[in-house]
Protein backbone atom coordinates (compact mmCIF):
# COMPACT_ATOMS: atom_id res chain seq x y z
CA UNK A 1 0.00 0.00 0.00
CA UNK A 2 1.17 3.52 -0.80
CA UNK A 3 1.41 6.13 1.60
CA UNK A 4 1.75 9.56 0.76
CA UNK A 5 3.21 12.72 2.64
CA UNK A 6 1.52 16.05 1.90
CA UNK A 7 3.91 17.29 -0.23
CA UNK A 8 3.93 14.10 -2.55
CA UNK A 9 0.64 13.79 -3.43
CA UNK A 10 0.16 13.52 -7.17
CA UNK A 11 4.02 11.85 -7.61
CA UNK A 12 1.80 8.93 -4.82
CA UNK A 13 -0.80 9.03 -7.02
CA UNK A 14 1.34 8.40 -9.86
CA UNK A 15 2.90 5.91 -8.41
CA UNK A 16 0.13 4.03 -7.14
CA UNK A 17 -1.87 3.94 -11.29
CA UNK A 18 1.75 2.88 -12.47
CA UNK A 19 1.83 0.25 -9.98
CA UNK A 20 -1.30 -1.06 -9.57
CA UNK A 21 -1.15 -1.06 -5.67
CA UNK A 22 -3.72 0.89 -3.37
CA UNK A 23 -3.58 4.18 -1.83
CA UNK A 24 -3.72 4.34 1.76
CA UNK A 25 -5.87 7.41 2.83
CA UNK A 26 -4.03 10.04 5.11
CA UNK A 27 -4.83 12.45 7.56
CA UNK A 28 -2.75 15.66 8.12
CA UNK A 29 -3.03 17.98 11.08
CA UNK A 30 -2.00 21.00 12.70
CA UNK A 31 -2.29 21.48 16.34
CA UNK A 32 -2.24 25.15 17.71
CA UNK A 33 0.93 24.91 19.11
CA UNK A 34 2.28 24.36 15.40
CA UNK A 35 3.00 20.64 15.78
CA UNK A 36 1.88 18.60 13.28
CA UNK A 37 0.52 14.94 12.56
CA UNK A 38 0.42 12.70 9.95
CA UNK A 39 -1.72 9.22 10.23
CA UNK A 40 -3.01 6.21 8.33
CA UNK A 41 -6.71 5.67 9.76
CA UNK A 42 -7.63 1.99 8.00
CA UNK A 43 -4.20 1.29 7.39
CA UNK A 44 -4.36 -2.56 6.89
CA UNK A 45 -1.05 -3.85 4.82
CA UNK A 46 1.80 -6.34 5.39
CA UNK A 47 3.85 -3.86 3.14
CA UNK A 48 3.92 0.12 3.28
CA UNK A 49 5.68 2.36 0.47
CA UNK A 50 6.19 5.42 2.45
CA UNK A 51 6.22 8.70 -0.32
CA UNK A 52 7.65 11.98 0.68
CA UNK A 53 9.28 14.75 -0.87
CA UNK A 54 11.21 16.31 2.40
CA UNK A 55 10.89 19.77 0.76
CA UNK A 56 10.26 21.76 4.32
CA UNK A 57 10.67 20.86 7.92
CA UNK A 58 7.24 19.74 7.95
CA UNK A 59 7.60 17.30 5.15
CA UNK A 60 10.37 15.39 7.07
CA UNK A 61 8.63 15.32 10.59
CA UNK A 62 5.81 13.48 8.51
CA UNK A 63 8.05 11.19 6.74
CA UNK A 64 9.17 9.98 10.72
CA UNK A 65 5.63 10.13 11.77
CA UNK A 66 4.17 8.41 8.66
CA UNK A 67 6.49 5.59 8.61
CA UNK A 68 5.67 5.11 12.41
CA UNK A 69 2.57 4.54 11.78
CA UNK A 70 2.36 2.23 9.30
CA UNK A 71 4.68 0.19 11.42
CA UNK A 72 2.49 0.87 14.10
CA UNK A 73 -0.70 -0.51 12.57
CA UNK A 74 0.90 -3.50 11.61
CA UNK A 75 3.66 -3.16 8.49
CA UNK A 76 6.51 -5.78 8.34
CA UNK A 77 8.26 -4.31 5.34
CA UNK A 78 8.76 -0.48 4.79
CA UNK A 79 9.96 1.10 1.71
CA UNK A 80 10.72 5.51 1.66
CA UNK A 81 10.90 6.94 -1.52
CA UNK A 82 11.84 10.37 -1.95
CA UNK A 83 11.44 11.92 -4.96
CA UNK A 84 13.53 14.83 -3.46
CA UNK A 85 16.01 14.76 -0.63
CA UNK A 86 15.82 17.46 1.11
CA UNK A 87 19.64 18.76 2.38
CA UNK A 88 21.08 16.53 0.00
CA UNK A 89 23.31 19.19 -1.14
CA UNK A 90 24.35 19.85 1.66
CA UNK A 91 26.64 16.77 2.27
CA UNK A 92 29.58 18.17 3.59
CA UNK A 93 30.91 20.62 6.46
CA UNK A 94 32.96 23.17 4.85
CA UNK A 95 34.02 24.72 8.37
CA UNK A 96 34.44 23.05 11.85
CA UNK A 97 31.44 22.94 14.07
CA UNK A 98 29.09 22.78 10.69
CA UNK A 99 27.02 19.65 10.53
CA UNK A 100 26.77 17.33 7.70
CA UNK A 101 23.21 17.68 7.00
CA UNK A 102 22.62 15.38 4.49
CA UNK A 103 24.26 12.79 6.51
CA UNK A 104 21.76 13.85 9.76
CA UNK A 105 18.87 13.67 8.18
CA UNK A 106 19.62 10.63 6.39
CA UNK A 107 20.10 8.85 9.96
CA UNK A 108 16.82 9.78 11.09
CA UNK A 109 14.71 8.75 8.21
CA UNK A 110 16.73 5.89 8.21
CA UNK A 111 15.20 4.64 11.66
CA UNK A 112 12.07 3.86 10.47
CA UNK A 113 12.48 2.34 7.53
CA UNK A 114 13.76 -0.94 5.75
CA UNK A 115 14.76 0.42 2.53
CA UNK A 116 15.51 3.76 0.88
CA UNK A 117 14.77 4.83 -2.46
CA UNK A 118 15.50 8.32 -3.84
CA UNK A 119 15.23 10.37 -7.02
CA UNK A 120 18.20 12.16 -8.74
CA UNK A 121 20.01 13.16 -5.23
CA UNK A 122 22.35 15.81 -5.92
CA UNK A 123 24.90 13.24 -5.17
CA UNK A 124 24.71 9.72 -5.39
CA UNK A 125 26.93 9.21 -2.56
CA UNK A 126 24.32 10.88 -0.08
CA UNK A 127 22.84 7.33 -0.01
CA UNK A 128 25.77 6.27 1.47
CA UNK A 129 24.42 8.15 4.74
CA UNK A 130 21.36 5.63 5.37
CA UNK A 131 22.04 3.40 7.47
CA UNK A 132 19.56 0.75 5.51
CA UNK A 133 20.46 0.13 1.70
CA UNK A 134 19.57 3.09 -0.30
CA UNK A 135 19.48 3.55 -4.36
CA UNK A 136 19.32 6.23 -6.20
CA UNK A 137 16.65 6.45 -9.29
CA UNK A 138 17.67 8.40 -12.32
CA UNK A 139 14.44 9.69 -13.75
CA UNK A 140 16.33 11.97 -16.18
CA UNK A 141 15.08 10.45 -19.41
CA UNK A 142 11.21 11.07 -18.59
CA UNK A 143 12.51 15.28 -18.90
CA UNK A 144 12.36 14.35 -22.95
CA UNK A 145 8.45 13.65 -22.86
CA UNK A 146 7.22 17.08 -22.89
CA UNK A 147 9.90 18.66 -25.09
CA UNK A 148 8.51 20.08 -27.88
CA UNK A 149 9.27 17.29 -31.33
CA UNK A 150 10.17 19.66 -33.93
CA UNK A 151 13.05 20.87 -31.91
CA UNK A 152 15.25 22.34 -34.50
CA UNK A 153 19.10 21.04 -34.65
CA UNK A 154 19.01 20.26 -31.05
CA UNK A 155 21.63 20.77 -28.56
CA UNK A 156 21.05 19.52 -24.98
CA UNK A 157 23.37 21.50 -22.57
CA UNK A 158 24.23 21.35 -18.66
CA UNK A 159 25.21 24.02 -17.09
CA UNK A 160 28.58 22.57 -15.53
CA UNK A 161 30.74 19.17 -16.12
CA UNK A 162 29.16 17.66 -13.59
CA UNK A 163 25.35 17.16 -14.63
CA UNK A 164 26.79 16.57 -18.69
CA UNK A 165 25.20 13.04 -18.10
CA UNK A 166 21.74 14.12 -16.91
CA UNK A 167 21.99 16.45 -20.70
CA UNK A 168 23.14 13.12 -22.08
CA UNK A 169 20.31 10.92 -20.64
CA UNK A 170 17.78 13.65 -21.45
CA UNK A 171 19.08 13.38 -25.50
CA UNK A 172 19.40 9.57 -25.50
CA UNK A 173 15.63 9.78 -24.88
CA UNK A 174 14.38 12.28 -27.02
CA UNK A 175 16.84 10.74 -29.54
CA UNK A 176 18.08 13.44 -31.19
CA UNK A 177 20.99 15.98 -30.80
CA UNK A 178 24.35 16.68 -29.41
CA UNK A 179 25.21 17.32 -26.01
CA UNK A 180 27.61 20.32 -24.30
CA UNK A 181 27.99 22.16 -21.35
CA UNK A 182 28.89 25.59 -19.49
CA UNK A 183 31.85 26.62 -17.12
CA UNK A 184 30.49 26.89 -13.67
CA UNK A 185 33.02 28.79 -11.44
CA UNK A 186 31.62 29.39 -7.67
CA UNK A 187 33.66 31.69 -5.79
CA UNK A 188 33.37 30.63 -1.66
CA UNK A 189 34.07 33.35 -0.17
CA UNK A 190 31.20 35.16 -1.12
CA UNK A 191 29.20 32.20 -2.72
CA UNK A 192 28.40 33.97 -6.07
CA UNK A 193 28.51 31.83 -9.23
CA UNK A 194 29.21 32.74 -12.84
CA UNK A 195 28.72 30.85 -16.14
CA UNK A 196 30.91 31.17 -19.00
CA UNK A 197 29.40 29.38 -22.18
CA UNK A 198 30.72 26.87 -24.12
CA UNK A 199 32.51 26.96 -27.41
CA UNK A 200 29.60 24.56 -28.89
CA UNK A 201 27.80 26.73 -31.94
CA UNK A 202 23.89 27.76 -30.75
CA UNK A 203 22.86 30.24 -33.39
CA UNK A 204 19.52 29.21 -34.85
CA UNK A 205 19.17 26.11 -32.79
CA UNK A 206 17.32 25.45 -30.10
CA UNK A 207 18.89 24.45 -27.04
CA UNK A 208 17.81 22.58 -23.95
CA UNK A 209 18.86 23.16 -20.97
CA UNK A 210 19.18 19.93 -18.25
CA UNK A 211 19.90 20.06 -14.88
CA UNK A 212 19.03 17.90 -11.25
CA UNK A 213 17.38 21.15 -9.73
CA UNK A 214 16.40 24.70 -10.48
CA UNK A 215 16.43 26.11 -6.71
CA UNK A 216 16.67 30.13 -7.11
CA UNK A 217 17.04 29.92 -11.04
CA UNK A 218 20.19 32.93 -11.06
CA UNK A 219 22.85 30.74 -12.75
CA UNK A 220 20.18 29.18 -15.33
CA UNK A 221 19.14 32.48 -16.23
CA UNK A 222 22.83 33.56 -16.25
CA UNK A 223 23.23 30.69 -19.38
CA UNK A 224 19.92 31.70 -20.58
CA UNK A 225 21.06 35.10 -20.75
CA UNK A 226 24.22 33.79 -22.49
CA UNK A 227 22.84 31.76 -25.11
CA UNK A 228 20.26 34.65 -26.29
CA UNK A 229 23.33 37.19 -26.77
CA UNK A 230 24.42 34.47 -29.37
CA UNK A 231 21.29 33.89 -31.07
CA UNK A 232 20.11 31.14 -30.12
CA UNK A 233 16.42 29.72 -31.63
CA UNK A 234 14.76 28.82 -28.54
CA UNK A 235 15.94 27.85 -25.12
CA UNK A 236 13.55 25.62 -22.67
CA UNK A 237 14.95 24.14 -19.33
CA UNK A 238 14.42 20.80 -18.19
CA UNK A 239 15.10 19.87 -14.52
CA UNK A 240 14.60 16.78 -12.02
CA UNK A 241 13.52 18.38 -9.18
CA UNK A 242 11.38 22.20 -9.90
CA UNK A 243 12.47 23.66 -6.78
CA UNK A 244 12.04 27.20 -8.37
CA UNK A 245 11.86 29.07 -4.85
CA UNK A 246 11.45 33.16 -4.45
CA UNK A 247 11.73 34.43 -8.06
CA UNK A 248 12.76 31.52 -9.66
CA UNK A 249 10.47 31.41 -12.36
CA UNK A 250 10.49 35.04 -13.39
CA UNK A 251 14.01 35.28 -13.36
CA UNK A 252 13.62 32.32 -16.12
CA UNK A 253 11.01 33.98 -18.01
CA UNK A 254 12.75 37.43 -18.34
CA UNK A 255 15.63 35.73 -19.65
CA UNK A 256 13.75 34.30 -22.22
CA UNK A 257 13.21 31.05 -21.52
CA UNK A 258 10.53 29.03 -23.84
CA UNK A 259 8.96 26.79 -21.93
CA UNK A 260 10.27 25.14 -18.47
CA UNK A 261 9.68 21.41 -17.69
CA UNK A 262 10.02 19.47 -14.27
CA UNK A 263 8.99 16.48 -12.97
CA UNK A 264 6.66 15.82 -9.90
CA UNK A 265 9.08 15.13 -7.45
CA UNK A 266 8.76 18.82 -6.30
CA UNK A 267 4.93 19.60 -7.32
CA UNK A 268 5.09 22.96 -8.96
CA UNK A 269 2.85 24.11 -12.06
CA UNK A 270 5.80 23.26 -14.34
CA UNK A 271 5.66 19.64 -13.36
CA UNK A 272 4.83 18.68 -16.65
CA UNK A 273 6.11 14.80 -16.18
CA UNK A 274 6.00 12.33 -13.14
CA UNK A 275 8.71 10.60 -12.67
CA UNK A 276 6.62 8.01 -10.93
CA UNK A 277 7.43 4.92 -13.76
CA UNK A 278 11.08 5.30 -12.88
CA UNK A 279 10.63 4.30 -9.16
CA UNK A 280 8.08 2.16 -10.07
CA UNK A 281 10.65 -0.14 -11.77
CA UNK A 282 12.70 -0.07 -8.78
CA UNK A 283 10.27 -1.11 -6.55
Not at 173 to 194: C, L, N, P, Q, S
Not at 201 to 230: F, P, W
Amino acid sequence: MIVSGSASQSFAAALAGVTGRDLAAVEFERFPDGEVMASVPGFDADRAVVVASTVSGDAHLECLQLQDAVREAGASEVTTVLPYMGYARQDEAFDAGEPVSARAVARAISSGTDRILTVNPHEEAVCDFFDVPAEPVDAAGRLAEPLPADLADPLFLSPDEGAIELAATVRDAYGAGETDHFVKERDYDTGEVTVEPSDAAVANRDVVLADDIVATGSTMSESIVHLHDREVARVFVTCVHPMLAGNARTKLARAGVAAVYGTDTVERPVSAVSAAPAVAERL
